[in-house]
């Protein structure tokens, strides 16, 4: 079992930047791979960034673009997601998932979620 908890968000006017951290509970974090995602109203969940559970491998959606960064403190349990060139349409509450397997959560499917932070941007 993992439990999942997010902070970071808020709200930042365009240009700007966020870290977004994601604290997990249980001895076994480092065994887990890590994604970011978000979900804007009205709007499928979409993947944002993935992490391997040695942090030797990434995945990005392609609308990050540079301007994301994943990474993660498995000393810390710890995933972070750090943010810039914000814009308004990144908008969205932002949720953080653990699981096994990379692929997993590459489609978008994790059995472990957080119940998310919520990121506005002003224009």
């Known amino acids: 079992q993992v439990q999942l908890v997010e902070s970071g968000g808020g709200l930042v006017q365009a240009g700007g930047s966020l870290r977004l951290s994601c604290a997990a509970s249980?001895?076994?974090?480092?065994?887990?791979?890590m994604g970011w995602f978000r979900q804007a109203p009205g709007k499928e969940r979409e993947v944002v960034a993935v992490?391997?559970?040695?942090?030797?491998?990434?995945h990005y959606a392609g609308f990050v673009k540079g301007r994301f960064t994943i990474s993660r403190d498995n000393a810390k349990n710890t995933v972070y997601l750090q943010m810039n060139s914000l814009r308004p349409e990144d908008a969205a509450v932002y949720y953080c998932?653990?699981?096994?397997?990379?692929?997993?959560?590459?489609?978008?499917?994790?059995?472990?979620w957080g119940q998310g932070t919520q990121v506005t941007v002003s224009s």
């Open positions: 249980g001895r076994t974090f480092s065994s887990y791979a």
């Open positions: 998932a653990a699981d096994t397997v990379f692929a997993r959560l590459q489609l978008v499917h994790s059995n472990y």
């Open positions: 992490i391997s559970s040695s942090g030797l491998s990434t």
